[in-house]
C-alpha cells in the first residue's frame, strides 16, 4: 500500500530535537513519507539559538512548486515561518494548492530564544490564521495572538473563541504552562470544547515538543483520523516520547521519537489512568528483559485492576497478547479496560479473597520453571481442568478460587498441567505489576544461574 506523504514547511533545527527533523520523525513513527520546505536554517543547540539565516522566498516558493510537481501531499504543517515575507509567501501558495494546514505559530524556543521578528504576529493574523484548519499554539504564543492573559481554564477557552474569530476551523491551546496538576490542552471548534488531559511529567523541559504535537497532529489527519481523535492520540504520543525523553547535549531534554507510544481509549477519570499507566510501563519493562522461552504459544497477558474491581471492564490488560519470534518477544497491541477475559478472570477471582492482589501475569509451563518457582520460595497453588464443574461460566475463575481454596491463601504461582487442545500455563500472581514483574526477575536470575 502506498504510503500517505506529509509535508512540514519549518525551520530547520541541525540538533534533531524540533523543526523540520523532529516533523520527519514524527510522520516516520506513524508510517508516513515525510517531505519538507525549509525556511530558515538555524545555529541551535539543546542550550541555545545563536543565529537564524532567512531563505529566500523565491527559493521557499520553489521548494513548494517542485513537490507539489510530483507528490499528492495529503496533510500539510507549518512551522517556525519568521516574518511577514515568509508568513505572506506561504499563505499565497496554501491558497494556490487549495490547503488545509495545521498551523504551529513557533514564536520562541524551549531555550526562550526568539525565532520571529516584529512584523510577524500581525501578518500571521492577517494571511494565515484565515487560512488555517488547526491552530496549536501554547499559552505565551496565544497570549501574543490575543493580547489576553491567560491563568485559567476558562481564560483558555476565550482565547479559544477569540483566535477561532481569525478564521480557523479548530484551535488547539496546550497547557503545559498552566500551573496544575495535570497539563491541560484545549480545543475548539466553535460548537464545543474539548479537554486532554494528562498528568505533568517533572523535570521536564521537552525541546521540540510543540513542533512534533503539531506534526503528529498533522500526520494522524493524513491517515484519515478525525481532528478530537487526532487531538487525543497526538496527546498521548507526546506524553510517551517526553516521559521516555533524554538529554543528549549539555542543554535541554529532547523527545524520545523512537519510543512505541500505547494510546489508550479514553478513561472515566484518573484512577484508570493510574492503573493503565502503572501497567503500560510494566509492560514495557517486561518486553525489555523477557527470554522467548517464558512466552506460552498462545501468547502472554498482563493484567491489573482497579481497587474494588467487580467485572472485566474494571481491568487493564493487552488487548492483543505478547507473543514470541525466533530471538525475542514482540509487543504490538494496545493496552486497554475491558479486553481480557482469562487473565483478568484470574485477577477477579485472587480479588474475591483478597482485594489487594489485583495483577495476574501468565508465562509458559515447565517443569523447568516449575522448579525455578519453588528455588525462588513462591508459594504454588494449583488445579486440574478434568475437575471443573460442569457448570463453571470461566475456567480461569473456577480454576484460581480451586487453587485457593485448597491453599486457604492467595498464592504467587497458580499453574495447570492442560488438557486436550488447552496449553497448561503458569499464573504469577501479584499485589501490582510492578510486584509481579520483580517475581518474574527473580525467575530469571535463578535462570541465569
Known sequence: MKNKIALSIAGS??????????????????????????????????QQVKKIHKLPVEIIENQIDVLFEDFNIDAVKTGMLFDEEIVKCVAKKISEYKLSPVVDPVMVATSVDTLSQNDFINSFKKYLLPKTYMLTANLPESCELTGLSINSIEDIKKSCQKLLYFGPKYVLIKGGHLDNKNAIDIL????????????????????GSGCTLSAIITGLLALGVTPVEAVRKAKYIIWDMINQGYIPGKGSDVLNHSCEPIIPATFPHNTYFDVWFELKNAIQKLVSILPPTFVPE???????????????QDICAINGRILKTKDKTRF???????????????????????????????ICYSKNIMEMCKKAGFSIGSFNRKNELANATSTMEWGTKHAISKLGFVP???????????EPMIRVLGNNPENVLNKLKKLLKINEK
Open 298 to 312: 498462545v501468547g502472554m497477558n498482563f493484567a491489573y485492576a482497579i481497587k474494588n474491581a467487580q467485572k472485566l
Open 13 to 46: 533545527d541541525p540538533s534533531s530535537g524540533a523543526g523540520i527533523q523532529a516533523d520527519l520523525k514524527s510522520f516516520s513513527l506513524l508510517g508516513l513519507h515525510g517531505t519538507t520546505v525549509v525556511t530558515c536554517i538555524t545555529s541551535q543547540n539543546t
Open 412 to 422: 504467587d504461582i497458580i499453574y495447570d498441567t492442560g488438557s486436550i487442545g488447552k
Open 332 to 362: 504490538c497491541e494496545d493496552i486497554n479496560f475491558g479486553t481480557s477475559k482469562h487473565v483478568a478472570s484470574i485477577v477477579l477471582a485472587a480479588m474475591s479473597v483478597d482485594k489487594n492482589v489485583r495483577s495476574a501475569l501468565n
Open 188 to 207: 475548539y471548534n466553535s460548537k464545543k470544547f474539548y479537554e486532554f488531559s494528562l498528568p505533568r511529567i517533572p523535570n521536564k523541559k521537552a525541546h
